[in-house]
């Protein structure tokens, strides 16, 4: 039984994909088989696995990391899907075709969007994106502020034609701080406010997708 692909894509620049990759695929990594793919020219989810990498040494990340792009990342992505449970994948903001191709292959598209005006803008163009693509998608908020979303952008996400998550990531410094080491806030910050919200979002969104093998060995 092939594993599932989860694709995280937003339009916007700027919105925490990476992070938010980054974060649900250690979190999954714990009981799960996971691997990364990385299809933003930037590489910032490629950067990051680097640096984990040199601090965790090699083949000890709990992760498998695989670059692609074009019409390759799709067929990288079901390759990887083979031997993995859960395969994440990084998009490219302001991807039209590319991000359409790869979202085809996906079983659940995440879209982190932060709650202001500009982002929910971007956001509508992702959902379109994804529509024609096929798979379901649900929003995530991604750097809520600490205080209660306006009741105004609340009913704005809950108008858009996908779920809104109900778990939040709150916008904490302690997520910059563990990415540049190529780390987590679960691992760096296991008891804290953001590894709990992380480790929520998780439980919600993997609860989303049709239901995995379990990994030998693991709890």
Do not use: C
């Not at 998780?202 to 990994?215: C, D, F, K, Q, S």
């Amino acid at each position: 039984m092939p594993g599932r692909i989860l694709v995280v894509a937003q339009q916007k620049g700027g919105s925490g994909k990476t992070t938010l990759a980054a974060h649900l695929a250690v979190a999954h990594a714990v009981t799960r088989r996971v691997a990364i793919l990385d299809v933003d020219p930037q590489g910032s989810l490629g950067q990051w696995f680097e640096r984990r990498e040199r601090r965790l040494g090699e083949g000890a990340t709990g992760l498998e990391m695989r670059t692609a792009s074009g019409w390759g990342a799709k067929r990288e992505a079901r390759l990887l899907a083979r031997e993995h449970d859960l395969v994440l994948i990084d998009m490219p903001p302001r991807s039209d075709l590319e991000a359409r191709n790869v979202i085809e292959a996906a079983d659940l598209v995440v879209v982190p969007v932060q709650p202001t005006p500009v982002d929910l803008w971007a956001t509508e163009a992702t959902l379109e994106l994804v529509e024609r693509g096929g798979p379901p998608a649900v929003l995530v908020v991604n750097r809520a502020p600490a205080r209660p979303i306006g009741e105004a952008v609340l009913a704005a996400l809950n108008a858009l034609p996908a779920p809104l998550a109900a778990t939040q990531l709150v916008n904490r410094v302690a997520y910059g701080q563990t990415m540049g080491s190529g780390g987590t806030v679960i691992e760096s910050f296991p008891s804290s406010k953001a590894a709990a919200e992380v480790r929520a979002l998780a439980i919600e969104v993997y609860g989303m997708l049709p239901e995995l093998p379990r990994r030998s060995g693991t709890r």
